[in-house]
């Protein structure tokens, strides 16, 4: 027998080393396009989201089964509306939030700190520059450098220096925002932005100020997949998952239970009028969700005891937990008290999710 080359033993038993969930944009439970964004933080593809607001400018987020070799899926931008005249108070970005209880390997504010690389493959309609920023939720810190766009799939390497400063909190809340400037204006890019340094929140010096405007022009375009974030100053080949794998990680902070026509679930008549019913998530999630349903006229019906009483919606989410939630249903008709029964969406338009996003 041939002896036991010992190397074997720490060869491929690294872990994971993507830190970003859904890198490859496979999963988008709520949908594959949304239109007309420029505010608030608005979610698509599952854990990338796009935010900013105070522009004219609107934009329009989907799914794009655009990408480079290797990859069916691609998180695309598109201008709508135009916006050339850029107020001070303006920025729009996409982003993604890392909980710090996932950072703990880069040992940042301490003397071992690690560097990390940031890699992806982008494209455009035309050349452009942006900036790609973390910003450290937990101590107020930032560190940017610039990318650029072309019009073919081009992969992008973006080393960041160790931070010594500023521990990321080992809890389940935000530790860092990956941010992708597309449109900022003069109040934070009026400073002196430095590359690849890390420094104390000062807004003006957040965004370089050779970034290009993805609001030039209504045929500015943005396309990016194969998000990877590892330890380290190499950027390794990218780390495929199983859409399996990445549905049950998205799921840790948004659970699609329902669709359009479909099973929700079992149910009781606790009175002839008042239903209650339990969902039980398939992962236990970031933190306890806020659950949401579309109502509409008999969109959802409660089968018991041969009828079926319809109902138009939620009446309220109770007793949520990581891990399961009470349902409690109005119906619209009288049933019997203490039968059981079966939920179910009879609607195109009926959806009931949870919400746990950082």
Request: proline share 2%; aromatic share 10%.
């Amino acid at each position: 027998l041939s002896k036991v080359n010992p190397n074997l033993i720490t060869q491929g038993a690294t872990g994971r080393k993507n830190i970003i969930i859904n890198g490859a944009m496979q999963v988008a439970q709520r949908g594959t396009s949304l239109t007309g964004l420029y505010n608030n933080t608005n979610y698509l593809i599952d854990r990338f989201s796009f935010g900013g607001g105070a522009t004219d400018g609107r934009v329009t987020m989907s799914q794009d089964s655009d990408g480079p070799a290797g990859f069916a899926n691609s998180l695309k931008l598109a201008c709508t509306t135009a916006d050339t005249s850029i107020a001070a108070t303006e920025e729009n970005y996409f982003q993604y939030r890392v909980e710090g209880q996932d950072l703990q390997q880069l040992k940042k504010g301490t003397s071992s700190a690690e560097s990390m690389t940031l890699s992806f493959y982008v494209k455009g309609n035309a050349a452009a520059t942006y900036t790609a920023e973390f910003y450290d939720a937990d101590n107020a810190r930032q560190n940017g450098q610039t990318f650029n766009v072309t019009t073919s799939w081009n992969r992008v390497t973006l080393t960041y220096a160790p931070d010594t400063t500023g521990a990321y909190t080992d809890d389940n809340t935000i530790g860092v925002y990956v941010v992708f400037w597309i449109h900022a204006g003069s109040n934070h890019t009026s400073g002196t932005f430095t590359s690849n340094s890390w420094a104390g929140d000062v807004t003006a010096n957040r965004v370089s100020a050779s970034n290009t405007s993805f609001f030039d022009s209504t045929s500015r375009t943005l396309n990016i997949t194969g998000v990877q974030l590892e330890v380290g100053s190499v950027a390794t080949d990218f780390e495929h998952r199983s859409y399996g794998e990445e549905l049950a990680l998205c799921q840790r902070y948004f659970y699609q239970h329902i669709k359009g026509a479909g099973m929700i679930g079992l149910s009781s008549l606790y009175t002839a009028t008042l239903a209650l019913g339990y969902i039980n998530f398939p992962v236990t999630m970031r933190a306890a969700p806020t659950g949401s349903a579309v109502s509409g006229s008999n969109y959802y019906v409660c089968y018991a005891g041969g009828v079926g009483p319809n109902f138009n919606g939620i009446g309220g989410f109770t007793d949520i937990t990581t891990n399961t939630v009470r349902l409690e249903i109005t119906l619209n008709t009288n049933g019997t008290a203490g039968r059981c029964g079966v939920l179910q969406a009879g609607n195109a338009g009926a959806g009931i999710s949870f919400d746990a996003e950082l």
